[in-house]
Every structure is written in structure tokens, then in C-alpha cells.
């Protein structure tokens, strides 16, 4: 939430009337109490009660409470024209009341970035130990975003410039949320604060000053999330020639369990049926499809995700992931070596590592994983920022060295230079690709051509003998090593190479060189309605397709060359039609027939000559 201007008011009033500075003026806390209730799911608003009360401390000054310097901004986190017309209506039943009780009126400005600055008639002139209270009272719906089974609450803090104690004022900032129960269970709070529960309606956060500053309020509530997904992949012509068989290899979301979220896969449709399933080492899971090489079709794959929160999580309780002696070394030999992107045996990137064990005094036989990991994860958030013109622009991934040089960044950058960097220090870490979301975009997902949309790092914790999710891309709301959002879907994981494996792939027989196979389209949907789940295809259950469709391939090697030949048959009848200019089918099935004799028995002679000519 945004501090006002009235501070530099103010201060220009009281050097114009007085022409002294250096003086502590004025003291003031701005107290905003969020009340967050279960309402509809179409519909839900918070109410917000923000006072802002200021009392002059210093008898040689007086100050003239304006409007201007007396008002408030709703920040409008949604940013939508549906939002503004919300707000608009919910300022009819707002209020202002003054310190005596009173209802001020106000008027209000919808600014370019689409917040609102509310201004109360209000003006006073303000003396020494005089007290200023004004009370707003009003509903926001850019609060509280629910998507299918889960919950977030977004609310701005202050900026990293905010400076509470200048010479002027002393300005307190207090965040006060009361959080119905009836929402569900709170899954995390970022920044980190104990959660107090005072009655049975309700818990509550509270945050001060320098808990806001440079930093945003992120909860969530909930402990699980389904998803509906459709992947399409459109295949080309490649040949003319039957018996011929292209392979699509395509990866597709996987059942997982990373001790802290545990994914279940459901399938509701294949077409056409897979010809094997295939997994890799890091347990992906790839559909293999034989595709007759001179057919033009698509291949669709639907189907359900269930994330579910897992309930045994004391390890992350006591921040507990082990040791790295702990750990297998075949484990680390595998998930510490460099890569493309991974630049781990570079100078510039064994400087860094370096320079942060220095900095943040870890002793160079430090060998607590959580407290290694959480040292570097902070690093990173502090040393780079998100760069929004890269994601909506020209976004190529750089790596690693190239954005600790200082190049744009997005969740690619993040996750490489953290990964590069765990590695360096010795420590296992992955890649993991699929879907996440802020809820602050106010959408799910929508339809994209490109086969994932975020990419995060996994780190192996011998304590659960598990990989545990880390993303440092939303580091920014608070430091929080193990993410523990909901809001991710997982597709696949890699380890030696990052961009192996590919989402899909192609093995085919080509004619003409300057085939362009169509690129994947993956859509995904949170699910507000109710699954059969009893009625979809489980992982485990994806063989029996396989084994209830083995000679599908037959069919369509058959029918490929009965087309052929179907083809052919139809082009000899028409050469045969022009040469003795007939159209008795009688004829010239007797032609046909003679013509497939002579043919054979030119075959037959061929290969007697072929075998003494060897001999």
C-alpha cells in the first residue's frame, strides 16, 4: 500500500511559513486492518479499515491538514476495468469519519495506473499536541483471489525507499488481518509471521513497519488444487511411401511426490492410442505414438492433475534437509556437474560462490544443506530483479554467467544462476518445468503455444530422500527456501542437460527436407467442478491401452497400403483408358490381370538370372 504525498506537503508548508529545518514535526501511525470473511465464491470483498492518525510533537510548528495531504489510495492490485467499476460501486457505501465521530465527505480520482486516490473534505489546522484521526472505511475486491480450491491474499507493503523515522516525521505503519476460518486452512504466510488464533472465528497477522518494507503480503489458503489439461500435437505428411511409420515422443505431466506436494495424473483422453510409455531417470513420463508417415492428423492428450498438500512436513518445520555428508555420491556426482546454462566450472561463477561464503561467514566445511541453500537463495534475490520487458519481450534464455553479468532476468535466469550456484557449492539440484501462476494475474492459464510456461529448482534432501521445490523467482515477498504454493502443476525434470528432454520429439522418414513440424499447444485450466475420477485413465492403468491395442499399428500399416494401392489401381485404369479407349470394366480387369502376370512372371526370371549370375 502506497504512503501519500501529504509528508512533502507538509514539510514544504512548514519551510515556507518558518524557514527551519531539522526539526521532528509531526508523529503519525497509519494502522490498516484487512477483515477477510468467506463470502460468495463469485464475489467476495474485503473490508479494509484504514486510520491514519498524526499528532504534532514540536510547539514551534503548526500544520494545515489538506486534502490532498489528507488522502488515501486503494490500490487497485487487479488492474482490470471490471475491478474499477467494483471499487466505484463500493465507495457509495464507504465512509470517512473524523476524530470526533464525525462523516466527512470526500471525492475521488481514478489515476493512470488504475488505483484510486480518495480526497475528504477535510481541513484543519493542526498545533502542538493536537491530534489528527481520520477513519476509511470501504470494501476492495483486489484483495482476496480465489482459483478452484485455493485461496490467495495479496496486499502491497512499502517500498524499499520508505524511510519511517526522517527528520520531519515519524511515520509507523501497522497491518492488522483478521482471516475467517470458514476459508480453509492457511497453507504459508510470506512475509513469515506467527499466525494467532483469538477466537473461533478467526485468525490473525499483524506486521509493523520494518516487516513492510520492500516487501508484499502473500498468503494462501488451502491444501489442494485440480487441473484440467489438453495437449495437442499436429502431425505432417513426411512420405508417400506406405509401411512407412513416424515416432512422436511426447512428454506429458507425471504422478510425483517431492515430500512436500504429492501429484496424481489422470487421463480422460488419448487419440490416437500410444504404442509404448516410456520413463527416464528422473521418473518423467513420455507418450510414444507410431504415426503412418503419409498422413496429415493430431494427436490429443486430456486429462486431470490433483496437487495435494502432504500433512508430514516436520522436516520443513525445523528447516531439517540434512546434511551433505549425507548424501549418496553417485547423487551428487549426477546433480553437481555443469551444463549448458549451468556454468558451474567457470571462473567467474567459482568467484561468486566464493565471495558468498565470505560475505555470509559459512566456513568452508559447512555442511548443512537447508542453511547453505538458504544463504545463496537470498543472495540471488537481493543481486537481481525480475524484469518484466524481458518476459513480455524478446525472452532467450542466457544462463547463468550472463545474468550474474547483469543481463534481464525472468524465472529462467533465476532458477539457472541458483542452480549453477548450488552446484557450485556442492549441493544436488535440478531443473523442474510445468506450470505456476500468480493469482495476481487474475487468470489461470491461457491457451499458449509454448510447452511450459515457468521453470523453478528442485534440491535433493537426504533426510526424506526427496527433491524439494525452490523458487527463487517470487523470492521477493519474503524469504521462503522451500516453496510451499500450491499453484504449480509439474511436467517433467532435468539434471544434465536443460533443454533434454525436449517436450516432444520426432524420429521420421523424411522426402522433403524442409518439413516444419507445428509446435506443441498445452492448455491448462483450474477445475471448479467435480471429477469422475473413478471413470479416467490412472498412470498406472496407461498399459492396459497398450495391451488392449497392439495391432492398431497393423490396421493402420494395412490401411495405408490398401489406400496405396487403391491409388495405384485407379491411375492403371486410367492409363489403361487412354491407350485402347475403353470403358468395359470386364476388359480391363482382363488387361490388369494379364499386366500383374507378365509383371510377376518378369520378376521370377529376373531373380533366377540375379541367383546364377551369383553362382
Not at 101 to 127: G, S, W
Not at 279 to 288: I, P, T
Not at 347 to 372: C, G, S
Amino acid at each position: 500500500m502506497k504512503i501519500n504525498n501529504f509528508v512533502i506537503l507538509t514539510i514544504f508548508f512548514i519551510l515556507l511559513s518558518t524557514h527551519q529545518t531539522h526539526a521532528q514535526v509531526l508523529n503519525t501511525l497509519i494502522h490498516q486492518e484487512y477483515i477477510i470473511s468467506s463470502s460468495s465464491k463469485d464475489s467476495e470483498s474485503v473490508e479494509i479499515i484504514e486510520t491514519k492518525e498524526r499528532k504534532l510533537i514540536n510547539q514551534t510548528y503548526y500544520v494545515e491538514l489538506t486534502p490532498e495531504n489528507s488522502s488515501f489510495i486503494i490500490s487497485n492490485i487487479k488492474k482490470s476495468n471490471q475491478s474499477i467499476e467494483t471499487l466505484m460501486e463500493n465507495l457509495k457505501n464507504s465512509e470517512i469519519i473524523d476524530e470526533n465521530n464525525n462523516k466527512i465527505a470526500f471525492t475521488y480520482k481514478i489515476t493512470e495506473n488504475k488505483d484510486i486516490i480518495v480526497y475528504p473534505k477535510y481541513n484543519k489546522l493542526l498545533q502542538y499536541n493536537q491530534t489528527s484521526k481520520l477513519t476509511f472505511k470501504y470494501k476492495s475486491p483486489s484483495i482476496l483471489f480465489r482459483n478452484g480450491s485455493i485461496v490467495d491474499i495479496y496486499i502491497g507493503g512499502l517500498g524499499k525507499e520508505f524511510n519511517s523515522n526522517n527528520t520531519i516525521e515519524n511515520i509507523q505503519v501497522k497491518y492488522t488481518l483478521k482471516i475467517s476460518k470458514n476459508l480453509g486452512e492457511i497453507l504459508f504466510v510470506l512475509p513469515k509471521k506467527e499466525i494467532i488464533s483469538l477466537d473461533e472465528k478467526f485468525n490473525f497477522i499483524t506486521y509493523n513497519t520494518e516487516e513492510l518494507i520492500g516487501k508484499s503480503v502473500w498468503i494462501q489458503i488451502g491444501k489442494q488444487q485440480n487441473y484440467s489439461f489438453v495437449i495437442e500435437q499436429e502431425y505432417v505428411k513426411t512420405s508417400d511411401f506406405p509401411f512407412i511409420l513416424n515416432e512422436y515422443t511426447i512428454v506429458v505431466p507425471k504422478n510425483f511426490d517431492n515430500g512436500y506436494i504429492k501429484q496424481n495424473v489422470f487421463f480422460s483422453e488419448i487419440i490416437p492410442n500410444p504404442s509404448k510409455i516410456v520413463k527416464d531417470e528422473n521418473n518423467n513420463l513420455f507418450l510414444v505414438f507410431k504415426i503412418p508417415a503419409s498422413s496429415n492428423g493430431k494427436i490429443i492428450i486430456k486429462g486431470y492433475v490433483n496437487t495435494r498438500k502432504k500433512d508430514n512436513l516436520d522436516f520443513l518445520k525445523y528447516n531439517n534437509l540434512g546434511n551433505l555428508s549425507d548424501i549418496d555420491k553417485a547423487i551428487i556426482d549426477s546433480y553437481t556437474k555443469p551444463g549448458k546454462y549451468w556454468e558451474v566450472d567457470s571462473d567467474l561463477i567459482k568467484k561468486e560462490i566464493k565471495d558468498i561464503f565470505v560475505k555470509y561467514n559459512i566456513p568452508d566445511n559447512e555442511d548443512n544443506i537447508f542453511k547453505i541453500s538458504e544463504i545463496i537463495y537470498g543472495h540471488i534475490i537481493k543481486k537481481i530483479d525480475y524484469s518484466v520487458v524481458k518476459k513480455y519481450g524478446l525472452n532467450e534464455r542466457q544462463g547463468a554467467v550472463k545474468t550474474l553479468e547483469g543481463n534481464a532476468a525472468v524465472c529462467m535466469e533465476y532458477s539457472d544462476l541458483l542452480i549453477t550456484l548450488l552446484r557450485a557449492a556442492g549441493i544436488p539440484s535440478r531443473a523442474a518445468f510445468g506450470y505456476a501462476y500468480s493469482s495476481l494475474d487474475n487468470v489461470m492459464f491461457e491457451e499458449t503455444e509454448s510447452t511450459i510456461n515457468h521453470q523453478w529448482v528442485e534440491i535433493y534432501s537426504p533426510i526424506v530422500n526427496k527433491w524439494l521445490p525452490v523458487d527463487p523467482t517470487w523470492g521477493e515477498n519474503g524469504l521462503e527456501l522451500i516453496a510451499k504454493d500450491m499453484n504449480r502443476l509439474y511436467l517433467y525434470h532435468t539434471h544434465k542437460n536443460p533443454l533434454d528432454p525436449s517436450p516432444m520429439q520426432v524420429n521420421y522418414v523424411v522426402a522433403d527436407k524442409n518439413i516444419v513440424f507445428p509446435k506443441q499447444k498445452f492448455t491448462i485450466n483450474v477445475v471448479n467442478h467435480e471429477i469422475a475420477w473413478d471413470q479416467l485413465i490412472s498412470e498406472n492403468e496407461l498399459d492396459k491401452i497398450i495391451e488392449n491395442n497392439q495391432d492398431i499399428y497393423l490396421r493402420e500399416i494395412f490401411t495405408t497400403v490398401s489406400n496405396t494401392f487403391n491409388n495405384f489401381n485407379n491411375q492403371l485404369d486410367s492409363l489403361i483408358i487412354q491407350i485402347i479407349r475403353t470403358q468395359d470394366k470386364s476388359l480391363l480387369n482382363l488387361i490388369k490381370i494379364l499386366a500383374f502376370i507378365v509383371i510377376f512372371l518378369i520378376i521370377i526370371v529376373v531373380v533366377i538370372i540375379y541367383r546364377y549370375v551369383r553362382k
